[in-house]
């Protein structure tokens, strides 16, 4: 690949204080009265360095929020940045590449791709681009991650936990400037996921990214600096510092409907999913 | 990327195996075709320049043959001496060659090859470059003996001693066998019979003063060019023919071309099916490929792979494909020619495997049809999985293909069908032979896109027809089949599209062939009024001897002899129309009921006139009465008055533009010396047919290869002549059926991997292996009919229009093969049974669990 990757240099922070920001974001599905509005003029800043957190009740916006600030999904109205560029009306091309070059994923079902090995996963973002890894860092993340004598290894052959490390480096290893993981721990069992989320933990703390993570556990939640609560499409709440008591006191009045000012509203949602 | 999209080839290539398979048939039979022609073109080349002159005198030649009249071009053998008294000549000889002459044994049999293939007389000439050398037996010596070449005396067993009687155009003679020669190189396939120098000019041209060439030597250092100038010079420029043993090979090369010409186009026939075919095969598999894997699509653009990347590792999916089954396919293209030049030898040609010319052109043309082919074909499901949005990799579920709307494809599909049937209504419509058969191949390729890009919206109607009665047959299961093959009528449409081509094609060919059949039928129906037709086996011409038998026949009344001539005819319009035109003898409206718009048989045989066909006529200008220039062979020209014009289907007409005919005294007086071809014999007053029958196969008993047929039989002879077409129809039938099970098979491959956990939920509730095959083989068969349900309609619309551009050729009876197409539509149930072992019994044999738990 050429010029691009050259003329940005991936890591942390140039100015500002904010890895993204959106404003009046609103996102609708269908037309006239069928309308379903995801997300509802939310205005969101996500601090650079910090690990923030987004829960909510099915359907509340949270994961439509993340694609929205990712630059996977188009917005209906409002505006969104990524650090201090515009990403609404960008073109696919642009957009693309500032996934690429900026923007790191993990996903719920870990979206390995099955015939390559870890490794090759690992630096796929970089193949793509067509750069080679910074053989330090790469060293330093997958030592991190605990992979390095899995790294022959096909996604087949490697436990769920293993393979959400691997997604895990893989979003690390171009240094973007914002990670988006959505429900990380979804599909681990608890050891696993409380690994993952260590990892991520130390991700902000230690290599000094910005991490976005969308869930509905509460203990996951815990290991952020701080929770927006979405519902119906609107931030309704946040936390900073939370625990896991102080999220699943927060979320048990949105379940039952009670917004923060104590009025209930419509009927409990059904089972969360991602 | 690279890495990833070499991965992904090789996760995949058991799915590609199907689609490499149909490149390497198109390769196979490109390649084959290239080798196989370049083998015989150097083979031939270098036997001919070996053999030939340096050299070569021969008769002016200014009309081609397109059916052989019987002359044998000859020039005066003294000019041998006057060549050889030139400076720079070293030698020049006389050459004497008569290419259809038939050999019998003593018991009568022919000694001539089994493949139609000429045999030839030549005169031995110790001194000339031969294609043989003595093996056994010494050369000939005066007019009784005679040297046999050994391929023809071991299959006809033939020894030296025997006496063999050859039938030449001036006569009979009886030849002892004195010697059996060898081939030194490759043997065109042709028989060779020699005869001493005198012998050969007396018996096999009838003119002791004539040859039909003469062989030049060059003195030591000069040049072949330089010669060939002094020679034409001294002998006049345009009096003869003269060529360098390069020209001469060339040309001899090419005279040899027709046949191997043949071959060529039939293996290109065959590559084009294969190509054809193949790409909707490759289209499907990749589409299905793009729609399994739309998730690890979505994640590469989530990642930040733009369409671009997306778009070019698809591509180069499909060059590696393309590159893999090109790299085969030349291989079997190898094969191939190697098992023809096998198949050559068997019939007779010497050719060594071990020449086997594999030129650059080869693997060019190889790679390049595989690679395009491949290209093509993945181009639209590339761009598709560019499309693939990166919320794929997201989203929960997995819409693997399923139906975006067929809208584009309804208006796409419409506009070239409405554009291929204007086409071919202006095609059946319009007059000009030239402009309809472009509107008709206009109409073809149309009608054929239309049928593709809207197969898929045809799926359902068609299917829900074809199907309605499996539940009430097979119950749920009956069901759950046409429930599938309707569930993706894209996939559906596309596999069943490569059948439909075939199909559509061989269904076009037959209609066509057995349109030419009936017509040809209808028009010796019609047409021929004699009682008996006596012909050559490979309706070559015949000694003056075999007609005189035939009069002498007791019982025989009249007889009308039919001459082939190549002549051209300057028209009042300026054009001058090469073509051939037929002279019969006298009584011609006895034996034939000739439709003439005026006049009548006695003005067109009368001395110095012609008849016409009337449409011809009209179109240059021509009036009964007027007269036009005829150009003969030998370069004579006549004026030549119009004495009768004929109506529609007047005989013999296809080939031969303008329908010309006149008398055989006519013929004799401009260019004298050719053959008949064609007797028609009426019995005489108080004889009966099978009487009549019987002394003329007793009369004919010496000359085997002549034949007696009656009405029925005229039309047997014909008949078998055009079945060599339909044979070849069958065979590309074949073919493409064989490329088109491969894409079903692919297809429901594909979809059983795709819905393994549906089939695994299936056999958990109860579905009994018995009945999941059945599903699987009624979903193949309802495909494979669907697909042939489409190719017999689209196949009958062109065979009937190629129909109607074949009547202005003269071909008016329109014939559809029903048996053919009946054979067609339960062939499709056998083809979509056939296609569904394979997947079937893999969905059947499926862990259940596993099945279930598969993601």
């Not at chain 1, 949270?62 to 694609?67: A, N, Q, R, V």
């Not at chain 2, 005869?195 to 040859?211: K, N």
């Amino acid at each position: 690949m050429p010029a691009p990757a050259a003329e940005h240099v991936p890591g942390p922070a140039p100015a500002g204080p904010f890895a993204a920001r959106a404003r009046g974001l609103t996102k609708a599905y269908g037309a006239g009265e069928t309308t379903v509005l995801a997300l509802d003029a939310v205005d969101v800043d996500i601090v650079r360095g910090r690990f923030t957190a987004v829960m909510g009740p099915s359907g509340s916006g949270k994961s439509t929020l993340m694609h929205c600030l990712a630059g996977l999904d188009t917005v209906s109205a409002g505006r969104v940045w990524l650090g201090e560029t515009e990403i609404t009306g960008l073109k696919d091309r642009e957009l693309t590449r500032l996934r690429r070059d900026r923007v790191g994923f993990m996903f719920q079902s870990f979206n390995l791709v099955p015939t390559l090995n870890a490794l090759e996963n690992i630096t796929l973002p970089l193949d793509i681009a067509g750069r080679r890894a910074d053989p330090r860092w790469l060293d330093r993340v997958v030592g991190t991650l605990g992979l390095r004598d899995r790294l022959g290894h096909r996604p087949a052959q490697l436990s769920g936990g293993q393979q959400q490390r691997v997604a895990c480096a893989r979003a690390l290893v171009s240094r973007p400037e914002l990670i988006f993981a959505d429900e990380p721990t979804g599909n681990l069992d608890s050891r696993a996921g409380r690994e993952v989320l260590g990892f991520l933990r130390g991700a902000v703390d230690d290599l000094g990214q910005t991490v976005v993570m969308v869930t509905h556990d509460p203990g996951a939640a815990a290991c952020s600096d701080a929770v927006l609560f979405l519902a119906d499409g609107r931030i309704v709440d946040r936390l900073e510092r939370p625990t896991a008591r102080a999220v699943l006191d927060r979320m048990k009045r949105l379940d039952t409907g009670c917004g923060p000012s104590g009025e209930c509203g419509g009927p409990a949602p059904g089972p969360e999913r991602g | 990327m690279l890495r990833a999209t070499l991965r992904s080839f090789l996760a995949h290539k058991g799915r590609l195996l199907m689609s490499g398979l149909a490149v390497v048939l198109s390769v196979a039979f490109v390649a084959g075709s290239l080798i196989f022609s370049a083998t015989l073109d150097r083979t031939f080349g270098r036997l001919f320049a070996s053999t030939a002159a340096d050299v070569t005198v021969r008769p002016a030649e200014n009309l081609d043959e397109s059916r052989p009249s019987g002359r044998i071009a000859t020039l005066p053998a003294a000019l041998a001496d006057r060549v050889a008294g030139l400076g720079q000549v070293a030698a020049a000889r006389v050459d004497v060659e008569a290419g259809n002459i038939t050999v019998v044994d003593a018991r009568r049999r022919p000694v001539s090859p089994t493949t139609g293939a000429p045999t030839t007389g030549a005169n031995w000439d110790p001194a000339g470059h031969r294609t043989v050398e003595l093996g056994s037996g010494h050369p000939p010596r005066g007019p009784g003996q005679a040297v046999l070449d050994e391929v023809t005396a071991d299959r006809a067993d033939v020894r030296i001693g025997d006496t063999l009687t050859v039938i030449a155009a001036p006569g009979s003679f009886r030849v002892e066998v004195v010697g059996i020669a060898a081939f030194t190189a490759a043997n065109p396939g042709t028989a060779l019979l020699f005869l001493d120098t005198p012998a050969a000019q007396e018996r096999l041209l009838g003119d002791a003063r004539a040859a039909t060439g003469i062989s030049v030597d060059a003195a030591d250092g000069v040049d072949a060019g330089q010669l060939k100038r002094r020679v034409a010079d001294a002998l006049g420029p345009n009096a003869y023919t003269y060529r360098t043993a390069a020209e001469q090979a060339e040309s001899d090369v090419q005279r040899l071309g027709g046949f191997l010409d043949v071959l060529k186009w039939v293996m290109l026939g065959f590559a084009g099916v294969a190509v054809l075919v193949g790409v909707f095969l490759i289209v499907n598999t990749f589409s299905m490929l793009i729609a399994q894997r739309t998730r690890e699509l979505g994640l590469l653009r989530a990642l930040g792979a733009d369409r671009r990347q997306v778009r070019r590792s698809v591509l180069t999916e499909a060059l590696l494909l393309g590159v893999a089954g090109a790299t085969l396919g030349l291989a079997g293209g190898a094969g191939l020619a190697a098992g023809l030049i096998r198949v050559m030898n068997a019939i007779g040609m010497h050719i060594r495997a071990t020449d086997m010319v594999i030129g650059w052109t080869v693997p060019v043309a190889g790679y390049a049809v595989g690679l395009g082919v491949t290209f093509v074909a993945a181009y639209l499901p590339a761009r598709r999985a560019a499309a693939v949005s990166p919320m794929a990799a997201i989203a929960e579920t997995e819409a693997a293909g399923t139906g975006r709307p067929l809208r584009t494809r309804a208006r796409a599909g419409a506009v070239a069908g409405a554009a291929g049937a204007a086409a071919l209504a202006g095609c059946a419509a319009s007059s000009p032979a030239g402009r309809a058969a472009g509107l008709l191949g206009a109409g073809v390729a149309l009608t054929l896109v239309a049928a593709v890009v809207a197969g898929p919206l045809l799926v359902r109607p068609v299917i829900r027809v074809l199907g309605a009665s499996f539940p009430a047959l097979f119950g749920a299961v009956g069901l759950l089949s046409r429930r599938n093959a309707l569930r993706n009528p894209r996939r559906t449409g596309a596999t069943a599209a490569a059948l439909m081509v075939g199909i559509a094609l061989a269904v076009g060919l037959s209609v066509a062939g057995a349109s030419i059949t009936a017509s040809f039928d209808r028009q010796i129906d019609r047409t021929l009024g004699s009682d008996f037709v006596v012909r050559h086996g490979n309706s070559a011409p015949f000694p003056r001897e075999v007609t005189d038998a035939v009069r002498r026949a007791p019982g025989a009344g009249l007889v009308v002899p039919a001459r082939y001539a190549p002549v051209a005819v300057r028209l009042p319009d300026g054009e001058r129309v090469a073509t051939t035109a037929t002279a019969y003898g006298p009584g011609l409206d006895e034996v034939a009921d000739i439709d003439y718009a005026h006049g009548d048989g006695r003005a067109a045989l009368a001395p110095g006139r012609l008849a016409m066909d009337a449409r011809f006529a009209r179109e240059h200008g021509v009036r009964v009465g007027g007269t036009v220039r005829v150009e003969f062979q030998d370069g004579r020209t006549a004026a030549l008055a119009v004495g009768a014009l004929t109506g529609r289907e007047s005989a013999e007409r296809f080939r031969a533009p303008g329908g010309l005919f006149f008398g055989l005294a006519t013929l004799e007086r401009y260019a004298p010396g050719g053959q008949d071809a064609v007797l028609y014999v009426d019995a005489a007053p108080g004889t009966g047919d099978d009487e009549l029958r019987a002394a003329l196969e007793r009369s004919l008993a010496p000359y085997p290869h002549v034949q007696v047929r009656d009405l029925a039989g005229y039309k047997e002879l014909v008949r078998d002549q055009i079945a060599v077409l339909l044979y070849l129809v069958y065979a590309l039938l074949g073919l493409a059926i064989v490329i088109a099970v491969l894409g079903v098979v692919n297809t429901l491959a594909l979809s059983v991997v795709e819905r393994t956990r549906e089939i695994g939920l299936l056999r958990a509730i109860g579905l009994s292996r018995r009945l999941l095959r059945r599903m699987i083989r009624l979903e193949s068969v309802v495909i494979a009919v669907f697909g042939a349900v489409l190719g017999l309609a689209l196949g009958l619309v062109w065979g009937v229009c190629t129909q109607r551009v074949l009547a202005l050729e003269g071909m008016t009876v329109l014939a559809v093969p029903w048996d053919t197409v009946v054979a067609v539509a339960l062939g499709s149930v056998a083809v979509g049974i056939v296609a569904a072992l394979l997947p079937a019994s893999r969905a059947s044999r499926m862990n259940v669990l596993a099945a279930v738990a598969h993601e």
